[in-house]
């Protein structure tokens, strides 16, 4: 079955673009040129992606995507931000947000593609054998339904936020440099910088308390969960 993207877009012209290209890879697009009316479409048509731009009437992009990441409806839903600013500043408060992913204008539609292609693929529930569950104290992440329990609760997280914990989980104990987890988790030449990493464990941390103190910063290196006592 196709997969369902929603682009929240107000100029006329890239939202055309954008759509002409997700529709001619097969994937079944629904737009809206307003944040307000997109937040609406994303709780009725629940896509499986997210494309947001951040200047919008209405509401603009980061408080559509700060009123997804809180409703439970939408609260795991991948998005992808785009924006004319390109200034790290506002990459960082998009990311803090929730989003996943940050592409600048102008892109290439080859680039968006890519990174929707590349976001989809690692929230797609795993069918390998190899796929584990991981337990460390009260925290249990299902690596098949994507799920992560703290204390048999379930804790939402974004996709870039499960894949992080997934890598930590699976080397645990051992340090994982930025650029490493920037590789494994994102996948491909993004246009992030090693401080997204450092928003992404930040949230991991403000998420799912018991990992306050277990993920390790290794000063000008990068990261470790700390083995259990």
């Given at each position: 079955?196709?997969k369902?993207?929603?682009?929240?877009?107000?100029?006329?012209?890239?939202?055309?673009?954008v759509?002409?290209?997700?529709?001619?890879?097969?994937?079944?697009?629904?737009?809206?040129?307003?944040?307000?009316?997109?937040?609406?479409?994303?709780?009725?048509?629940?896509?499986?992606?997210?494309?947001?731009?951040?200047?919008l009437?209405?509401?603009?992009?980061?408080?559509?995507?700060?009123?997804?990441?809180?409703?439970?409806?939408?609260?795991?839903?991948?998005?992808?931000?785009?924006?004319?600013?390109?200034?790290?500043?506002?990459?960082?408060?998009?990311?803090?947000?929730g989003?996943?992913?940050?592409?600048?204008?102008?892109?290439?539609?080859?680039?968006?593609?890519?990174?929707?292609?590349?976001?989809?693929?690692?929230?797609?529930?795993?069918?390998?054998?190899?796929?584990?569950?991981?337990?460390?104290?009260?925290?249990?992440?299902?690596?098949?339904?994507?799920?992560?329990?703290?204390?048999?609760?379930?804790?939402?997280?974004?996709?870039?936020?499960?894949?992080?914990?997934?890598?930590?989980?699976?080397?645990?104990?051992?340090?994982?440099?930025?650029?490493?987890?920037?590789?494994?988790?994102?996948?491909?030449?993004?246009?992030?910088?090693?401080?997204?990493?450092?928003?992404?464990v930040?949230?991991?941390?403000?998420?799912?308390?018991?990992?306050?103190?277990?993920?390790?910063?290794?000063?000008?290196?990068?990261?470790?969960?700390?083995?259990?006592?």
């Amino acid at each position: 079955m196709s997969k369902k993207i929603l682009i929240i877009e107000d100029e006329r012209d890239i939202r055309d673009l954008v759509a002409h290209y997700l529709t001619k890879d097969g994937y079944k697009v629904e737009a809206a040129s307003d944040g307000a009316k997109g937040f609406s479409l994303a709780k009725t048509m629940k896509p499986d992606l997210i494309i947001l731009d951040l200047m919008l009437p209405e509401l603009d992009g980061l408080e559509v995507c700060k009123k997804l990441r809180a409703d439970p409806k939408t609260a795991v839903m991948p998005i992808i931000m785009v924006t004319a600013k390109g200034e790290e500043t506002d990459k960082i408060v998009g990311l803090e947000l929730g989003a996943d992913d940050y592409l600048t204008k102008p892109f290439s539609p080859k680039e968006l593609m890519a990174r929707v292609k590349a976001l989809l693929r690692r929230t797609e529930p795993s069918h390998s054998p190899k796929a584990q569950t991981y337990v460390y104290s009260d925290l249990h992440l299902d690596a098949v339904k994507h799920e992560v329990l703290v204390k048999s609760k379930e804790v939402s997280l974004t996709a870039k936020e499960f894949g992080l914990l997934e890598q930590l989980l699976q080397n645990k104990g051992h340090i994982l440099t930025r650029d490493v987890l920037l590789d494994r988790v994102w996948g491909y030449d993004a246009d992030v910088t090693t401080r997204t990493v450092d928003v992404h464990v930040r949230r991991l941390r403000e998420k799912i308390p018991l990992l306050a103190d277990a993920i390790l910063t290794v000063k000008s290196y990068g990261y470790k969960l700390r083995e259990e006592d």
